[in-house]
């Protein structure tokens, strides 16, 4: 790291911390030159190429832009989308790679929002998905229905396996 008064070419790290985010790492260093000292930030950089091929770096701001307007009108609030794109950011580095397709933005974005607010999921869906007609929409609540009621009975065999076991024993025991 050059010395930005003296442009010395080498510096001595004094002290490291993260940011309170710990998504960056904050450096104190010191001149052996001229013995002053500034500080330095290391952020991990994530890119993202969007379909005309332009790169730009991934931005949590953009993201939260794109949820409020999916969001417009239902009860979310300013601390649920920071979350959102937070967990989006999360499994877009989790990728491992430097620089990300902007539909996999996209893909990362859809099943926390459905958790969050379904009718939101629907208005993002159907804009990043390209909806055309009324089938599509149909064709998406269908799926939404049927994930819910999966996960209804997933619940209710879960609570149910474990009074049916304490059920089924009790039969065993009476025959």
Do not use: W
Not at 7 to 33: F, K, L, Y
Not at 124 to 143: N, P, W
């Amino acid at each position: 790291m050059h010395c930005p008064f003296c442009r010395h070419q080498d510096s001595r790290v004094i002290d490291s911390r993260t940011t309170d985010d710990g998504t960056a790492i904050r450096r104190r260093r010191q001149c052996p030159e001229c013995d002053r000292r500034f500080t330095t930030q290391e952020v991990a950089t994530l890119s993202v190429v969007k379909r005309s091929g332009v790169v730009e770096p991934f931005s949590r701001t953009k993201v939260v832009s794109g949820l409020r307007k999916a969001c417009q009108g239902r009860p979310v609030s300013d601390d649920d989308l920071a979350l959102l794109a937070q967990k989006v950011e999360e499994t877009v580095r989790a990728s491992g790679v430097a620089a990300v397709d902007s539909h996999e933005v996209g893909l990362a974005t859809l099943a926390p929002l459905r958790e969050l607010d379904e009718v939101a999921y629907m208005r993002f869906a159907s804009v990043y998905r390209g909806f055309e007609s009324l089938e599509d929409f149909e064709s998406e609540i269908s799926l939404l229905r049927t994930a819910r009621d999966l996960g209804d009975v997933a619940a209710t065999l879960s609570t149910n396996g474990e009074e049916g076991d304490g059920g089924s024993s009790k039969s065993k025991s009476k025959n």
